[in-house]
């Protein structure tokens, strides 16, 4: 089945960046569509980024385009996802989650959870104003 881990979460003042990434065990990242997933507290999980396996397709929230870029990397001989949060916001601050989507054929429909199969535990992004 495989594991996702994000890394790269903390406190950020307002106006800073962020660079969260997505590392796989189990399975090759790169064979996959990647999505970036949100949830503040009391919220509903928004979708934030995705990328195709071959970074063909990138799509971006309206909450968050123009400040975010997602992309392709290896770290440490892993493969990764990364996602580069710039002009942060004190609404920005969630929970940041990676997911694995099921069939990389339903990129387009990126925001929907239930396109996903396998998800990270999150990594925790809060924005001081």
Not at 87 to 92: A, T
């Amino acid at each position: 089945q495989g594991q996702l881990v994000e890394s790269g979460g903390g406190l950020v003042q307002e106006g800073g960046s962020l660079r969260l990434s997505c590392a796989a065990s189990g399975f090759t990242l790169g064979e996959y569509a990647i999505g970036w997933f949100r949830q503040a507290p009391g919220k509903e999980r928004e979708g934030v980024s995705a990328i195709s396996y071959n970074s063909e397709y990138i799509f971006y929230g309206d909450s968050v385009k123009g400040r975010a870029t997602v992309s392709r990397g290896i770290a440490e001989n892993r493969y990764t996802v990364d996602l580069l949060l710039s002009d942060l916001k004190p609404e920005d601050t969630a929970t940041y989650y990676c997911a694995r989507m099921r069939d990389g054929r339903w990129i387009k429909h990126w925001k929907l959870t239930n396109k996903y199969n396998l998800w990270g535990r999150g990594a925790q992004v809060t924005v001081s104003s």
